[in-house]
């Protein structure tokens, strides 16, 4: 999988956005670009992927870059609930069908 | 709940004891993962199977790591002569490919935590 940079930890207020980067510059182009999220004790969740274009679900917005060298979770109105540790990805298969490598993950704290 | 089940949900073992972990996927799910992890630390993939088919298995599965899926449905692990070190979280997660590329989201169960004395 390409290299993704991600801050250890980061804090954000009940309510607020929270955005999450990742730096991955060596990505290649037809690599995806994966987020997770494991919540305490519990597996990892799926969130989002996106290619070239900004994608918008339930749950997060995914923004790329135009040079696709870095990409910015967004979680609109984050809860205390959406304390987690998010991981941002790029599988080496370019899909994400393939066993996928973690890396150490963004801790995202909700502060009430 | 995403459909991952696995069992047991907690395993407590002596050093030298083999021991063996299932999984249940989603049930039209092709591809079945295991994956390792440890505290701190985000999850290590191990293995995966494509139906019945073991297509990859990392360098982190060591020879006393033996992993199934006889029916291309449930899957077991199992690790022999347990080592202090393979204490962790072995997950388990699910996912439908069709085609030769596939861009999709894998399911995971809640993990079985294994500790060895």
């Known amino acids: 999988d390409a290299k993704t940079t991600q801050p250890p930890s980061m804090d954000c207020a009940e309510g607020r956005a929270a955005n999450l980067p990742c730096n991955h510059s060596?990505?290649?182009?037809?690599?995806?670009v994966y987020w997770y999220r494991q919540i305490h004790s519990q597996g990892p969740q799926y969130i989002i992927h996106g290619l070239k274009n900004n994608e918008t679900n339930e749950m997060a917005s995914l923004i790329i870059t135009e040079d696709r060298k870095s990409s910015t979770l967004i979680l609109p109105h984050a809860t205390l609930r959406d304390t987690a540790v998010y991981y941002c990805?790029?599988?080496?298969?370019?899909?994400?069908?393939?066993?996928?490598?973690f890396g150490k993950g963004t801790h995202l704290i909700i502060q009430p | 709940d995403t459909g991952v089940s696995q069992d047991p949900r907690h395993k407590i073992t002596k050093r030298g004891q083999n021991v063996t972990f299932r999984c249940d996927p989603i049930?039209?799910?092709?591809?079945l993962y295991w994956y390792r992890q440890t505290l701190g630390q985000g999850p290590e993939f191990l293995t995966y199977f494509q139906n019945e088919a073991q297509l990859e298995k990392s360098r982190l599965l060591s020879d006393r790591f033996s992993a199934e899926r006889p029916k291309g449905s449930f899957s077991t692990l199992e690790i022999q002569r347990t080592e202090q070190g393979d204490s962790a979280m072995y997950l388990c997660?699910?996912?439908?490919?069709?085609?030769?590329?596939?861009?999709?989201?894998?399911?995971f169960g809640p993990g079985t935590r294994l500790t060895v004395l």
């Open positions: 997660a699910s996912s439908l490919v069709l085609g030769r590329i596939s861009y999709n989201e894998q399911f």
């Open positions: 060596t990505i290649s182009g037809n690599e995806y």
């Open positions: 049930s039209e799910h092709n591809r």
């Open positions: 990805i790029v599988p080496r298969s370019g899909g994400g069908a393939d066993g996928l490598t």
